[in-house]
């Protein structure tokens, strides 16, 4: 503050009766009237990058769910003879088919709210087709990458463990179906349990 000291003393030198206060460099003049700008865009850059990480995990998360629902065909597919490239590319396919479809609604919508957001925009037009199609590429790099994950876990899954999980899989229901017909009927159970204990104590005592 010593050159504000001398502006100061200067100045009273001049005209005793001239009030002078605030007196700061320009680097801070500049600097406290840049900062609203600098938090707005550091904001927004922040929510695009939270914005980023949840399609990718978004992306992923729905392409995983859908492996896993589709095991039993995705082995079906490859003890038939389907190759694991052909595997790989109907997943990274859904993937980009899903990427495709939020790309071009973000688009409208992104057209549409730039108009709102003109202020906020710096050596940047509202509708720049530069920024969409940077925007759009990075968005296609990300869901491609989130896609390859589920990707590869479906060309490694095994025709055997798929068809052996199935089986599983449906003597489970079944056993699950007959639990509830049990329970609906009492009457039928009871006969059913009554029966069974007769015939295992009658070979019972017939092979002892």
Request: hydrophobic share 55%.
């Amino acid at each position: 503050m010593d050159a504000a000291a001398a502006v100061r003393n200067e100045i009273r030198s001049m005209d005793p009766n001239l009030p002078v206060a605030n007196i700061r460099p320009m680097t801070e003049v500049v600097s406290t009237s840049l900062a609203t700008p600098r938090l707005t865009g550091f904001l927004m850059g922040a929510f695009a990058a939270i914005a980023l990480m949840l399609a990718a995990v978004g992306i992923y998360g729905v392409l995983a769910y859908l492996v896993a629902r589709r095991t039993h065909e995705i082995g079906i597919r490859l003890a038939v003879g389907a190759d694991r490239s052909q595997v790989m590319m109907m997943v990274l396919k859904q993937g980009l088919t899903l990427a495709g479809a939020g790309i071009v609604a973000g688009m409208v919508a992104g057209f549409l709210l730039t108009r709102l957001m003109q202020n906020l925009l710096y050596e940047v037009r509202p509708g720049d087709p530069g920024t969409f199609v940077a925007v759009s590429a990075v968005l296609a790099v990300v869901a491609l990458l989130a896609s390859a994950v589920p990707a590869y876990r479906a060309t490694r899954v095994s025709p055997l463990v798929a068809l052996r999980t199935e089986y599983q899989r449906m003597i489970a229901n079944d056993l699950k179906y007959g639990w509830r017909q049990l329970i609906k009927a009492p009457g039928f159970t009871l006969t059913a349990v009554l029966t069974l204990g007769l015939a295992i104590g009658a070979n019972t005592a017939v092979f002892s």
